[in-house]
């Protein structure tokens, strides 16, 4: 299955429920409007495939697990990932640019480079785009069996859309489209998966609720699709707890990529999971400054 990518996208932009005219604020109420669009309360930035549009106050900055980052402005956040660097040798710039629709709603714009560096002795084999249709003695290896790739190799980008609107003080909802081009695909990666085409890009669409359950337990699930043009595209789900204090974020829980109808005889073993689905850990302790 082919698809024109730019188009799709913004397809699913134009097809989101914002698309209406908002009445414009007088400035003294704007002023008051920007200052009530994070009553919400959550300071996650959402799930690894689905953003939540949530950015670091100007001059602040955030140090954790998933993110080192700083506020350029109120609505502008850059960073990188130590989770990326320490648990997949990825170097990786973030960016999240956001803009206020009104009080309770909100449309952001994340953009992300990363790019795996070193290498190591199992990263001889190279992952072809012939392989992901082919059963050739290349792809299965000499011995006959497909090879067990033990890790990762990979220059990316990733652009995402994202809508998000408080629906009640306790829920908050966000709709994410994201295009992801792979500019090496040598190593399968769990945000890669197996297309099953010659497609180095991936089209996704996901939404995450947000449900605030106390002053600070929050609670969050995700659910959507992944690769749309692929050959046999993927479900995406995961779900969360996170708990935070005036300076702390603890953010606990997973998500997995999978295709119930993949080809059990196509499917092949990659580093800790396989063509079918993988598994991605939903996990954050961040601190504030």
């Known amino acids: 299955m082919t698809m024109r ?24 109420e704007q002023a008051e409007q920007i200052e009530q669009i994070d009553e919400f309360g959550s300071r996650s930035t959402g799930h690894l495939l689905t953003p939540n549009n949530v950015t670091l106050p100007a001059g602040d900055y955030s140090i954790g697990s998933l993110y080192l980052a700083t506020g350029v402005t109120d609505k502008w956040t850059i960073g990188t990932s130590p989770f990326l660097l320490l648990g997949y040798e990825m170097l990786s710039v973030l960016s999240r640019l956001v803009y206020d629709l009104s009080w309770d709603e909100r449309l952001g714009f994340d953009w992300a480079y990363f790019k795996t560096y070193g290498s190591g002795p199992d990263r001889d084999y190279k992952w072809r ?32 859309v994202t809508y998000n609107k408080i629906i009640y003080e306790w829920y908050r909802l966000n709709v994410s489209t994201g295009y992801f081009h792979y500019f090496n695909d040598d190593r399968p990666f769990s945000f890669r998966m197996d297309p099953q085409n010659s497609d180095r890009y991936a089209i996704s669409l996901t939404s995450l609720h947000e449900l605030r359950l106390r002053e600070s337990l929050f ?57 079918r689905m993988s598994i991605h850990p939903e996990f954050q302790i961040q601190m504030f400054f």
């Not at 990518?5 to 914002?18: E, H, Y």
Request: hydrophobic share 35%; proline share 5%; glycine share 8%.
């Open 5 to 28: 990518p730019f188009g799709l996208i913004i397809a699913m932009v134009l097809a989101l429920p914002f698309a209406r005219a908002e009445e414009q604020a007088a400035p003294s």
């Open 129 to 160: 785009e012939g392989c992901s249709t082919s059963r050739s003695t290349y792809c299965r290896g000499s011995s006959g069996r497909d090879l067990n790739f033990q890790s990762y190799e990979m220059e990316a980008m990733a652009g995402r």
């Open 219 to 275: 609670f969050q699930l995700e659910g959507g699709f992944w690769g749309l043009n692929y050959h046999t595209p993927y479900y995406h789900a995961g779900t969360s707890l996170a708990l935070q204090t005036s300076r702390f974020l603890f953010q606990f829980g997973l998500s997995s990529t999978f295709a119930p109808s993949f080809p059990k005889a196509r499917a092949r073993k990659f580093a800790s999971y396989d063509s």
